[in-house]
């Protein structure tokens, strides 16, 4: 007897640690063995596209987390390559995004340690819900609420960069004081700031539309043309990279006839992070020692929410890149990806990170074939932290505010309140509570979001929608979606009110043909409706019950096979009463 268990214990640790399996938790192992010259061609043009593209961006998100420019660049590297060994999307790039850089920016308050250890924990967490295969959680968010979040933020993030185009300082960062002391220190604005940022953000735009004017490629176009467009193209792709570098070098011409016009990035930390474990304490700046458990404490429920909205955000952008270029991607290990991701990466100073959905476009609008075009993204970035760090130091707080205001535009999706409208408006209330409550605290809006559209939901469910009609006295009852214990006091009180105090008492038809879930709560008051019904000498039919599950023998229902059909009968099966009923439609009812 103990040789067929052995064989089955083997044969599940060969399952285990089978080839198959191992290509599923490295992905890497299905497209490697087959790489074609070609890929590398088109990976090496992407990775370098993006990299121009993420190391701009990455420099200005970390001004929206609050912290020195270099962190960006630290959270920006790492994605690349853990990606390209453990994600299922060719497209997809992880690192700094605007949302998460507003969201760790709420919770540290611009606090560099605090950043690195809540990557750590965000990635732990992460881990451990694609390990429990808990991508399904994901699900509980709705539509709306996703959408009043990124308005709430777009809003919150491109406002909070008014004051780096006005050249203020000191401005406070809670929303409505930011915007109260933006407006009231206009005056104090800085000449050279502000025609330096409008000059950025006019180039950046006219660039986005004369990219968005290329058209399509499929057209016939002659060699110059064509020649043209993709001039055009890369010019517009780059227009970050661009606008900054030119901002850069009109800094450093005027700082260097000594005129100090331009707000500027300052003096960076050079060369690259060093690979050390996340720190556990904190120091404040009286010299209190803040301990693990009390930073822990002070993330509160941000270490549920940012977590949550990384996956959720970079899970988003790989399944709309997947549908667009037909493949598919596997959720979970999407989740590991990111998840180990912020782990490593918070060994090299990283604030957590997700996918991104501006560079995700143009990686894959550049042609890349495989997740390797990520390696040479991160080379890119590693490279500039090695040898550009002192460049930065000119780089004007203007143009960098000029790249986030155009980065995050595009999210304010006014359209979308239209279209809820149109189709059900009860849905602009998990929106309207996201939004509004987002510029209070960002964590506290998706939180409340999420409430509203729970309590929506479950509402929903206490209140199943039943249609009545009344024909010769009987009235049939309709339910449109499952029964389950919430429902129960609804239910006995609409079939009371219409059936059982009405004289003289009525008949009723459950017609539960949508009936797909039924629960013990719900059979328990069946069963006492039943008593009430015969105690009026009136029936109550069920119609088209399909719950064979229920599976309560000699209780309230009794399973019958007749002519190859389950019958639902009540009673005791010693005492059972049947009536044949065919209506108009031909449907057959069994009454009790």
């Known amino acids: 007897m103990d040789q067929p268990l052995l064989g089955r214990v083997s044969a599940a640790g060969r399952g285990c640690c089978s080839y198959s399996t191992l290509k599923a938790w490295l992905p890497i192992l299905s497209w490697l063995p087959r790489y074609k010259l070609k890929w590398l061609k088109m990976d090496l043009l992407a990775g370098?596209?993006?990299?121009?593209?993420?190391?701009?961006?990455?420099?200005?998100?970390?001004?929206?987390?609050g912290l020195p420019v270099q962190y960006g660049l630290y959270s920006a590297f790492m994605g690349g390559f853990i990606y390209t060994l453990l994600g299922t999307s060719k497209d997809v790039t992880l690192g700094p995004t605007a949302i998460m850089s507003l969201l760790c920016f709420s919770v540290v308050g611009g606090q560099p340690h605090r950043a690195v250890l809540l990557s750590l924990l965000c990635g732990l967490i992460q881990a451990v819900m694609a390990l429990l295969r808990l991508g399904f959680l994901l699900d509980f968010i709705s539509f709306p609420v996703i959408k009043g979040f990124t308005c709430a933020a777009a809003v919150t993030i491109g406002f909070g960069q008014v004051k780096n185009i006005l050249g203020l300082q000191g401005i406070p960062q809670e929303f409505f004081l930011e915007v109260y002391y933006t407006f009231y220190r206009i005056p104090e604005a800085r000449i050279g700031d502000v025609v330096l940022g409008l000059l950025c953000l006019g180039l950046l735009i006219m660039l986005l539309f004369m990219k968005a004017s290329l058209g399509s490629d499929e057209a016939p176009y002659s060699s110059?043309?064509?020649?043209?467009?993709?001039?055009?193209?890369?010019?517009?792709t780059m227009r970050n990279s661009l606008v900054v570098l030119a901002a850069s070098f009109i800094a450093f011409s005027w700082d260097a006839y000594g005129y100090h016009v331009f707000t500027i990035t300052g003096k960076t930390s050079p060369g690259l992070p060093p690979f050390t474990p996340p720190p556990t304490t904190d120091t404040t700046a009286n010299g209190t020692v803040v301990s693990f458990g009390e930073i822990v404490e002070g993330f509160g429920g941000a270490l549920a929410v940012i977590p949550f909205m990384g996956l959720l955000e970079s899970i988003a952008i790989a399944k709309a890149f997947a549908s667009q270029n037909d493949y598919r991607i596997d959720a979970n290990q999407e989740l590991l990806a990111i998840g180990v991701t912020n782990i490593m990466g918070s060994f090299v100073s990283a604030y957590p990170v997700t996918?991104?959905?501006?560079?995700?476009?143009?990686?894959s609008q550049t042609g890349v074939c495989t997740p390797a075009g990520?390696?040479?993204?991160?080379?890119?970035?590693l490279l500039s932290l090695a040898f550009l760090m002192p460049v930065f130091y000119y780089i004007p707080k203007a143009s960098l505010a000029a790249v986030i205001i155009c980065a995050v535009a595009p999210m304010v999706d006014?359209?979308?309140?239209?279209?809820m409208w149109r189709i059900r408006k009860l849905d602009l209330l998990p929106f309207l509570v996201t939004f509004l409550m987002s510029f209070w605290q960002v964590q506290y809006g998706i939180l409340g979001g999420v409430a509203a559209s729970g309590a929506m939901l479950l509402y929903n469910i206490a209140r199943p929608?039943?249609?009545?009609?009344?024909?010769?006295?009987?009235?049939?009852?309709?339910?449109?979606?499952?029964?389950?214990?919430?429902?129960?006091?609804?239910?006995?009180?609409?079939?009371?009110?219409?059936?059982?105090?009405?004289?003289?008492?009525?008949?009723?038809?459950?017609?539960?043909?949508?009936?797909?879930?039924?629960?013990?709560?719900?059979?328990?008051?069946?069963?006492d409706l039943l008593r009430q019904f015969k105690l009026r000498e009136v029936h109550l039919v069920f119609s088209r019950l399909q719950v064979q599950h229920i599976g309560l023998r000699n209780d309230t229902f009794?399973?019958?096979?007749?002519?190859?059909?389950?019958?639902?009968?009540?009673?005791?099966?010693?005492?059972?009463?049947?009536?044949?009923?065919?209506?108009?439609?031909?449907?057959?009812?069994?009454?009790?």
């Open 48 to 65: 370098l596209t993006v990299g121009l593209t993420t190391v701009p961006q990455a420099l200005a998100y970390a001004e929206v987390a």
């Open 224 to 236: 110059c043309s064509r020649v043209a467009r993709k001039l055009v193209w890369t010019v517009a």
């Open 355 to 363: 996918g991104s959905f501006g560079r995700t476009a143009v990686n």
């Open 374 to 381: 990520g390696i040479v993204t991160s080379v890119i970035v």
């Open 414 to 419: 006014y359209q979308v309140v239209a279209k």
């Open 465 to 527: 929608r039943i249609e009545q009609v009344s024909d010769h006295g009987v009235l049939v009852m309709e339910c449109d979606s499952g029964l389950s214990f919430p429902a129960t006091e609804y239910l006995s009180h609409v079939i009371h009110t219409q059936a059982l105090q009405a004289s003289p008492p009525r008949s009723v038809v459950l017609d539960c043909h949508h009936v797909s879930t039924i629960d013990y709560s719900v059979i328990s008051e069946l069963r």
């Open 558 to 592: 009794v399973h019958l096979k007749f002519q190859n059909k389950y019958k639902f009968l009540c009673g005791e099966p010693s005492d059972v009463t049947l009536f044949l009923v065919r209506g108009k439609c031909g449907a057959e009812f069994c009454i009790c």
